[in-house]
């Protein structure tokens, strides 16, 4: 039905089997998995080819995925499992070229509380096939902010030792 109710027309309709649900295996802290994208992999709820993978995750935990390919534009998003008010999973943050120059992947992400996440690895268009390298790591807490007085003038600088921001971003944190 069109959506102004009053629109007459022709169209088109198709029916295709859709891929296999998508199946997370699991995933530690410190892994890395190399694995490949193809016709085989289950789709997502959106039907795009994707491999998946499952972690327990604390409140206040700060992880790091980073995908990178030499044969497509990566594409990384984090769910969580825990149910929400409608009682299913829901899509936390996604990153697409975070890892620098190129197109490759990189998700930080401080974990809000205790439960069960998946991270969904595949390409940014529904297309891209081929092999693809995935590291999952804890990242440092980020350091309490340094107390700053009223009037008090701070020369500082920001350097690659610096602690990075979830969206790896080198910062100095104060307070007042």
């Known amino acids: 039905a069109p959506l102004d109710g009053s629109t007459d027309g022709d169209y088109e309709l198709a029916l ?15 892994e890395t998995v190399e694995a490949s994208l ?21 409140t206040g935990q700060r992880i790091v995925a980073t995908m990178s390919s030499d044969a497509f534009d990566t594409y990384l998003e984090l769910f969580s499992e825990n149910s929400d008010e409608a009682g299913g999973r829901y899509a936390l943050d996604s990153d697409d070229d975070g890892a620098g120059e190129g197109t490759n992947s990189r998700l930080t992400y401080t974990i809000p509380s205790d439960g069960q996440y998946t991270i969904e690895a595949r390409a940014f268009t529904g297309e ?28 500082g600088e920001i350097v690659a030792e610096d602690p990075r921001d979830d969206e790896s971003r080198g910062f100095d944190a104060y307070t007042f």
């Open 16 to 30: 295709a089997e859709a891929p296999p649900p998508l199946v997370a295996r699991p995933i530690a802290v410190g």
């Open 38 to 58: 193809d016709a085989d992999d289950g789709g997502n709820a959106f039907g795009t080819r994707a491999d998946a993978y499952a972690f327990t995750g604390t």
């Open 128 to 155: 891209g096939e081929g092999a693809y390298t995935l590291t999952f790591e804890e990242a440092p807490p980020l350091p309490a902010p340094v107390a700053l007085s009223w009037g008090a003038t701070v020369q």
